[in-house]
């Protein structure tokens, strides 16, 4: 097969809408792999967040971790690769989002800690990642006490479309700010991307540019499909995405196992 390292994104992309991941998608992993291709998740969660999700797909290649913050090898847990956020910067940016009333998840110490406990915005985020919060009944941007990975903001659709332009607007060029889902908005270091973490790992598995593809669907993306040579944008990501290059191809929505209809398609050709 042309494809080397498979490079996937995980909610919205790799899970379907109930977030679970398929016997297909599984069964298409596991034959690329077999077939020689290293297989890669690539996401803005955590390394515990992802070990099961690596566990299941038995992979072969370390994961792209924190919408690219760090690469680790989830055998043994260690990063191979890490971009934390400034700590000053983290507790600037924290401490706007308090004042603008936003929600936030601070990733510190291999997990993450949350002001308070919300029933709104905490527990569907545990729901999501499989990993509890550490609350601290307090302000993030008191709270820091080393570098973050990433800050996390949680809100409304609607309120997140209208934080991330003011925040973009105040720390857009010491950090990259976006979104993750419509209610999501990642904050990491300016030279934080997951292009950048993949393009570490592919050196560091000895791949050739010309055999990498990557798999997503949100803007934290975008990037990764920038610099991948197949890139393949699934079907239910937004238009923005979609349109954002002419080389982007199209791979089926989630809800299809869009991933491992193209990987199936790969393999037999």
């Known amino acids: 097969m042309r494809y080397r390292m498979i490079a996937a994104d995980i909610d919205g992309t790799l899970l379907n809408p109930e977030r679970e991941l398929t016997q297909t998608t599984m069964d298409a992993a596991r034959a690329c792999m077999r077939a020689g291709a290293y297989f890669v998740l690539s996401s803005g969660r955590m390394p515990p967040a992802l070990r099961p999700i690596a566990d299941a797909l038995q992979v072969n290649a370390p994961a792209v971790c924190y919408n690219g913050g760090a690469v680790v ?16 910067l983290a507790r600037r940016i924290a401490k706007r989002c308090e004042e603008m009333g936003l929600y936030l998840h601070a990733f510190v110490h291999g997990s993450y800690i949350a002001p308070y406990y919300s029933d709104a915005l905490t527990r569907p985020y ?26 996390l903001v949680l809100d409304t659709p609607e ?27 990642e ?83």
């Open 126 to 151: 545990e729901e999501l990642c499989g990993v509890k919060a550490t609350v601290i009944n307090g302000k993030i941007s008191e709270h820091l006490d080393e570098a973050p990975m990433k800050l």
């Open 159 to 185: 309120g997140a479309a209208r934080a991330l332009p003011i925040l973009k607007a105040e720390f857009g060029e010491a950090a990259n700010l976006m979104h993750s889902q419509k209610h999501m908005i």
């Open 187 to 269: 904050c990491v270091g300016k030279t934080t991307s997951k292009a950048r973490a993949l393009e570490f790992l592919r050196k560091y598995l000895n791949v050739q540019k010309n055999e990498t593809c990557a798999f997503g669907d949100g803007q934290n993306d975008l990037d990764m499909l920038l610099w991948a040579e197949y890139p393949y944008v699934m079907d239910n990501a937004p238009e923005s995405v979609k349109t954002a290059s002419a080389r982007f191809l199209h791979a089926p929505s989630n809800a299809q196992d869009g991933v491992a209809a193209i990987l199936v398609k790969e393999l037999n050709a």
């Open 73 to 88: 090898d989830m055998a043994s847990g260690k990063a191979l690769f890490s971009t934390p956020l400034d700590i000053e």
